[in-house]
């Protein structure tokens, strides 16, 4: 096992969280991160699960143990009779992606960052978009983790308890060191993007969402201008010069967008402006390729992101509600709202949970204020029965969530069995599940 002995610090990626850790571990093995969290119960210290660092929110802080599993990457076992791969819970996205790939094989749906590990990414709750298709979290069948006393578990649908509470669990539940999922064969698919109006997205809201597989739009602040995206499978040959277009993203969009957001911070009063430009400028195009690619939209302009679910119909109303406030409180804001759908689940601590969703995330730049804005987007989405992407911004403690989730007692009585003396929590992580 890696421990670090020099002086400590460590941020997440959007620079808002920032700790200094007693040590950093870094276990080669389960049995290893067995061993330290044994040891951190015997020396009354406390221990967070890392991954990436791509949360908003303090998941990860600690002032005592900080373990992180980039030692643990990669694919155990390719199951291609039942369509399972038991990966490393330290795999990044983006490895894994290329590691099916490379077998055939694909997660059925991903998010539009591969930054994240895939046991932190299931954690949290991340997603997608298409109304077909579920969370992360949906993908996983089976979990292997280490309790907060030091043992280790096998858990699956024949202990459904469990494994309803562990596949949404904020790393408080146990340090899940592998997952199970469910794969699919990899197939070539055709991503589009166009510009239009929002008025003309609410109107065919319902329409694009269900005809196809995957379907988002984002709208931009200050203007009528929306960007649509819509990704569908196709037996067409892949799109060449993919080189050219890998570069068009990385190095003209985000550093145009970039130098944009920048002049934004130094005079808010731009914002509006860059928006239109923005909007003015959407990227108009189709491309095929494979989904583990596709899915992702490279970010290399850091900010803070607020992000809530609310029902599906709930869409139309609450981005309008969110457009008035816009136009009355004039917030300096240019990054895009952006709007995704999931398929609702039975995972207990799930955004989706019971309901089809519509998620509704709000950015803001690096550097700028976000609180105002994030505050007054949260109350919105409160009003329509939001509840909070469990790795962005907001403001709920235990409290204000647990009417939220109808399974928030079963849930909180597993985690208790789990870790009793609650060796896995965080300030933070008391404040949001409660002691």
């Known amino acids: 096992m890696k421990s670090a002995s020099q002086p400590l610090h460590w941020s997440n990626w959007s620079g808002t969280v920032q700790c200094d850790p007693e040590q950093m571990l870094r276990p080669d093995t389960e049995e290893e991160v067995s061993e330290l969290v044994q040891a951190a119960a015997r020396q009354g210290k406390t221990v967070r699960i890392i991954g990436s660092g791509h949360s908003f929110t303090p998941l990860g802080e600690t002032s005592e143990w900080m373990v992180q599993l980039d030692r643990m990457q990669g694919i155990r076992e390719l199951n291609e009779a039942e369509g399972t791969a038991t990966v490393y819970a330290g795999t990044r996205l983006k490895d894994l992606g290329e590691l099916l790939f490379a077998n055939g094989w694909a997660q059925e749906n991903l998010g539009d960052i591969n930054r994240q590990t895939i046991g932190g990414a299931i954690g949290t709750g991340t997603h997608g978009t298409g109304a077909r298709y579920g969370s992360l979290a949906t993908q996983a069948v089976r979990f292997r ?69 995957h379907f988002e739009f984002f709208w931009f602040p200050h203007t009528s201008g929306s960007q649509v995206k819509t990704m569908n499978s196709t037996e067409e040959e892949v799109t060449p010069n993919r080189r050219w277009n890998e570069w068009s993203k990385y190095v003209v969009e985000n550093g145009l967008f970039w130098g944009m957001s920048e002049a934004c911070r130094l005079m808010p009063s731009l914002s509006k402006r860059v928006s239109s430009v923005s909007a003015r400028f959407v990227p108009v195009f189709d491309e095929v390729g494979y989904g583990h690619r596709l899915f992702v939209t490279p970010r290399l302009v850091k900010f803070n992101e607020m992000e809530y679910s609310v029902p599906a119909e709930a869409m139309r109303g609450a981005l309008l509600d969110i457009q008035r406030a816009v136009q009355k409180h004039r917030f300096a804001v240019h990054f895009p709202v952006e709007c995704r759908y999931v398929r609702g689940d039975d995972i207990w601590l799930s955004p989706a949970y019971g309901r089809d969703s519509a998620y509704i995330a709000v950015h803001m730049y690096k550097g700028m204020p976000f609180q105002a804005y994030f505050q007054e987007m949260e109350r919105i989405l409160l009003h329509y029965g939001g509840r909070p992407h469990w790795g962005k911004w907001h403001s709920l403690t235990a409290e204000q969530l647990r009417p939220l989730y109808p399974k928030w007692d079963q849930a909180m009585t597993i985690r208790g069995q789990c870790d009793p003396d609650g060796i896995l929590m965080n300030r933070y992580v008391r404040r949001v599940l409660g002691e």
């Open 145 to 213: 983790a280490v309790l907060g006393d030091g043992s280790i578990v096998n858990v699956d649908a024949s202990h459904p308890d469990w494994f309803k509470a562990m596949q949404v669990s904020l790393g408080a539940f146990g340090i899940i060191t592998e997952v199970t999922l469910r794969v699919v064969p990899a197939k070539r698919k055709r991503l589009t993007s166009f510009r239009t109006t929002l008025e003309e997205t609410l109107a065919q809201l319902n329409e694009w969402r269900d005809q196809h597989e």
